[in-house]
């Protein structure tokens, strides 16, 4: 008998969609709103903010540079050279580890392989394609079958971990703003003086002064890791609990770059998030209201591989630019920022 206390129940987190904003998603204009789950309710109309500044300028444009997921494999030899002599046979052939991944997945395929040494330990650090599917899982089991080989391949070699670290899985790193783990993204948009001060009451020239002195210096003083804005985790967090994903994973998804620039009195805004963990399918996407949510995205259409996934990626970026755009406004304004706050959550 299961006691209740470990039966599985949901917990609720308060939920609401904000929007729409105005994205251009492959070239394509479109009107998409975002469901944020969060206990933080400034961040429902922050956001909101940010999306009506986008319906007024000619919108928030997305593009997915990158999407891989990654996992390290870790082995060990007696010595470095005999590690070294293993690695060179390791890589050279790569058309039979080809071959191993794909007796493991339909989707799964290898695009990458970065190594590190260690006296005799080998770190191979794996990136895969993993089609719609985060991949967390899908990745580890051709991982292992890759270990497998190799350990059987190259005796000379013992296990160590299926895991090395090296991958790097929820902790903050600087390998995976370098390499990427999950989808690259960019979105930006240029937001006109009028516009900026009606919506925003600010200007470009204080938006772009406080995102280096806050964003960029402020994070250097705190020793930062590849990392210079004001608060990714926020949304990255009220997305990924509303879509089903693995919330743990805004750990590395929170290391990404605010750029902001004056461009005369107009403003162009961007955000750069190299670790966007999502997915369209796989564990947590089967519940209601994932579902609904997800298909009110447009993302469970007929689609090639990955698609259904880069397009949600693609529109977290979005949802992430316009929070940190109003907040980096709020900010130039003395007292906005608190009195939202006591506003919004003293009751």
């Not at 961007?270 to 997800?294: A, C, H, R, W, Y």
């Amino acid at each position: 008998m299961v006691d209740e206390d470990q039966s599985e129940r949901l917990a609720g987190v308060p939920m609401r969609w904000v929007g729409p904003a105005k994205l251009l998603l492959e070239n394509k204009e479109e009107l998409v709103s975002f469901p944020l789950a969060t206990y933080e309710s400034p961040l429902w109309p922050s956001t909101e903010r940010g999306a009506r500044v986008s319906g007024h300028c000619d919108g928030i444009r997305c593009t997915v540079l990158d999407d891989r997921m990654t996992r390290s494999i870790l082995v060990e030899a007696e010595n470095a050279a005999v590690a070294q002599a293993s690695l060179a046979g390791i890589v050279s052939r790569r058309e039979e580890i080809d071959v191993v991944v794909a007796g493991t997945s339909r989707f799964c395929r290898l695009v990458d392989i970065h190594t590190q040494q260690v006296g005799g330990m080998l770190y191979l650090r794996l990136a895969f394609t993993t089609g719609d599917a985060s991949g967390h899982n899908m990745v580890t089991k051709a991982s292992q079958a890759i270990q497998e080989w190799i350990l059987n391949e190259f005796p000379a070699l013992r296990y160590l971990s299926v895991s090395g670290n090296y991958c790097t899985d929820k902790k903050v790193s600087a390998v995976n703003g370098i390499l990427g783990r999950g989808k690259n993204v960019v979105s930006e948009m240029i937001i006109p003086e009028k516009i900026c001060r009606r919506f925003l009451k600010t200007t470009a020239a204080e938006v772009a002064e406080l995102n280096v002195k806050k964003n960029l210096i402020g994070t250097m003083l705190a020793g930062g890791v590849r990392a210079a804005n004001a608060h990714y985790a926020n949304i990255l967090l009220a997305f990924y609990l509303a879509t089903g994903q693995d919330a743990a994973n805004i750990v590395e998804g929170s290391q990404g770059f605010t750029h902001a620039e004056a461009r005369g009195d107009d403003l162009y805004f961007s955000v750069t998030l190299p670790n966007i963990i999502v997915g369209t399918v796989g564990n947590g996407k089967g519940l209601d209201f994932v579902q609904e949510n997800m298909e009110r995205l447009g993302c469970t259409g007929d689609r090639n591989a990955g698609e259904n996934s880069r397009r949600l990626a693609a529109i977290c970026a979005a949802a992430v630019l316009c929070s940190e755009l109003s907040l980096l406004a709020a900010l130039t304004n003395p007292g906005e920022l608190m009195n939202a706050h006591l506003k919004l959550e003293r009751k």
